[in-house]
């Protein structure tokens, strides 16, 4: 019952296409996500692919162990489905590997929504100062696994997005490089602030009262309700051609299994709907379904 009052006191997330975004994930119970070089390469890998998918930037991230910090540009697709489908295929790449299996991130992901013209600059330093703040090291240019080496040139990265905020330095390439290595310098000594992890605004955005009027506005006028495991149900077996009658026998051959299975997999990727829903509906086992949208 807890958790099902704590689920009900979510409070829907701030859609704003265009919208820029600190996004903050955490290992559960604090401990490591990262175990290898191979593990974060493979992060960064799902990262890519997810921008081919959902038409998102990427403008700053930093992968420190047990969490991360991105600066990301939506589109058209929420936050939202973009960071459940990053989160679920790193947590079944790390469960796979290392034999374990559960969640491997504590809940659902922070962020917040930010002001570009007053904060995209100085956000982008806090992210790529963090292994710094962390005593990790001396200076952002001596941690390997944040985007600081895409913006000096000395990692090229194809895949982040760096023009927007050289540009902020100079039209000239090299200048702006080298004006952007003086600011982050700059912020060397800076501590942790608390505004780039709760907001000014109902905890989700971080801006002037007008900015946050627009994308409250923005976001409520594209909310809908959310969709039930039956309406789900019902549009995947239009695709596949088959009557809904069907999915309630007891029949496990295909496309029964693959459907119930996409099915699983698109109510674990929405909020508002839970997969006992689902389980219900058809009087199928939960793991059972569980497994078939891992498939």
């Given at each position: 019952?807890a958790?099902?009052?704590l ?29 290898s ?8 890998l799902f990262?890519?692919?997810g921008?081919?998918?959902?038409d ?5 991230f ?11 540009q ?6 939202s ?14 469960n ?5 299996v559960g ?8 962020s ?11 956000l ?11 005593g ?33 330095f100079?039209?000239d ?14 912020g ?19 801006g002037t ?18 969709r ?6 019902t ?14 026998k ?19 990727e929405?909020?508002g ?20 949208a891992?498939?």
């Amino acid at each position: 019952k807890a958790a099902h009052d704590l689920s009900m006191a979510r409070k829907p997330r701030i859609h704003l296409p265009g919208g820029y975004y600190h996004v903050m994930m955490r290992g559960n119970g604090g401990n490591n996500i990262f175990f290898s070089s191979g593990d974060r390469n493979r992060f960064l890998l799902f990262m890519q692919e997810g921008i081919e998918r959902y038409d998102h930037r990427v403008h700053a991230f930093c992968l420190m162990d047990n969490h991360v910090h991105l600066l990301i540009q939506v589109g058209a697709t929420p936050l939202s489905n973009v960071m459940q489908n990053l989160g679920f295929r790193y947590t079944r790449y790390i469960n796979k590997k290392r034999k374990t299996v559960g969640h491997l991130f504590q809940g659902r992901f922070k962020s917040i929504l930010i002001e570009a013209d007053n904060y995209l600059l100085t956000l982008m330093r806090y992210i790529h100062l963090n292994p710094v703040r962390a005593g990790m090291c001396e200076s952002a240019g001596e941690y390997e696994w944040s985007s600081h080496g895409g913006y000096l040139g000395s990692t090229p990265i194809a895949w982040l997005h760096t023009q927007e905020v050289l540009a902020r330095f100079s039209s000239d390439e090299q200048q702006a490089r080298t004006r952007y290595a003086e600011f982050i310098e700059k912020g060397n000594g800076e501590k942790w602030r608390k505004e780039f992890h709760h907001g000014s605004h109902l905890g989700q955005i971080l801006g002037t009262d007008h900015f946050a009027d627009i994308a409250i506005k923005t976001s409520d006028q594209g909310i809908t309700k959310p969709r039930t495991a039956i309406e789900i149900l019902t549009t995947v077996c239009k695709v596949y051609g088959i009557e809904l009658d069907r999915m309630y026998k007891s029949g496990n051959g295909r496309p029964y299994s693959e459907i119930r299975g996409i099915v699983a997999m698109l109510i674990q990727e929405s909020e508002g709907i839970k997969l006992t829903s689902l389980a219900k509906e058809l009087g199928r086992d939960l793991s059972a379904l569980s497994k078939a949208a891992e498939r």
